[in-house]
C-alpha cells in the first residue's frame, strides 16, 4: 500500500531519547546515500551510501541516482542525477529507499523531471512517496561539496540543528533527549529543529556546520544568547 508523505521541513520539534531502537536506512536499485542532517556519509564507513543506523527519530536524508542505463544506439553510460533532499521519521523499522528500475537515459531523464522517491518500510512491507528538494552542488560530489550545498539550503530554509549529546559506545547518529533540548535560534519565527549527526570516529570540527552555528547565535536575541550559553555550561 502507498501512502504521500511530506517533506516540509516545519515539523522536526520533537526528539526521542537517546535510548530509543535504531533503525537501518538502506539505498537500493541506484538509490545512493549522500547525507545525513548535512553530514556526508563518508563519515560513517566506506558502505555507509547504502546503509546506515540511525537511532528513532526525524532525520534529513540527502540522496541521489546513479547506475548504468542505455543511450539509444550507443552502450551503456553511467546516469547521474542531482542531489535530493527529503525528511524521514526513522524507527525500530529498517527502511529502504528506491526508485523505479530504469533501463534507459530516455527514461531517466523523464523521471527526474518531477521525481518520487519510494520509501519501504520492510518490516511492514508497507510503501510511502516521497517528493524530495532537489538541492545544486558546483562540482563533483565530494563530501566538502555536498555539506556546502546542504550548509546553504538549511539556512535559506531556516533549518536549525540542535547540539546533542556525544556517544562513545557506538557511531551512530544520535539524536538530544527531549528534555535538554535547546535550539539555536535563527530569526523572530520558530525555527526547524532537526538531530545533528555525531560520528564517534571525528574530532575536526565540519565547517559548514560551525558557520552555521556561528550566524545562528550572531542573530541571536540577547535573552536567547544567555540561554544558549547557560546550556552549553550545564553539557560541558
Do not use: C
Request: no cysteine.
Amino acid at each position: 500500500m502507498k501512502k504521500s508523505l511530506t517533506t516540509g521541513l516545519l515539523f522536526f520539534s520533537t526528539l526521542l531519547p537517546l535510548t530509543a531502537q535504531a533503525g537501518l536506512v538502506s539505498a537500493v536499485d541506484g538509490v545512493e546515500l549522500l547525507a545525513v542532517n548535512g553530514k556526508a556519509m563518508e563519515h560513517f564507513g566506506a558502505k555507509a551510501d547504502k546503509q546506515v543506523d540511525l537511532p528513532a527519530g526525524k532525520y534529513q536524508i540527502a540522496v541521489r541516482y546513479e547506475n548504468e542505463v542505455r543511450r539509444t544506439g550507443t552502450k551503456n553510460m553511467l546516469y547521474t542525477s542531482s542531489m535530493y533532499v527529503m525528511n524521514l521519521d526513522v524507527g525500530k523499522d529498517a527502511l529502504s529507499i528506491s526508485i523505479p528500475n530504469m533501463r534507459y537515459e530516455s527514461q531517466a531523464n523523464a523521471f527526474f523531471r518531477d521525481p518520487t522517491w519510494t520509501v519501504t518500510n520492510l518490516a511492514q512491507n508497507r510503501e510511502f512517496e516521497v517528493k524530495g528538494d532537489r538541492i545544486s552542488a558546483s562540482g563533483f560530489m565530494t563530501a566538502e561539496n555536498v555539506e556546502s550545498a546542504l550548509a546553504r539550503y538549511n539556512e535559506s530554509n531556516n533549518v536549525a540543528f540542535v547540539i546533542p549529546q556525544i556517544q562513545t559506545n557506538a557511531p551512530t547518529v544520535a539524536p538530544v533527549p527531549s528534555a535538554s533540548t535547546v535550539t539555536v535560534p535563527t530569526t523572530a519565527s520558530t525555527a526547524t529543529v532537526i538531530p545533528v549527526v555525531t560520528p564517534a570516529v571525528k574530532s575536526v570540527p565540519n565547517q559548514a556546520v560551525l558557520t552555521q552555528l556561528q550566524t545562528l547565535y550572531k542573530t541571536a536575541t540577547p535573552e536567547e544568547k544567555k540561554a544558549f550559553r547557560r546550556w552549553i555550561i550545564d553539557h560541558e
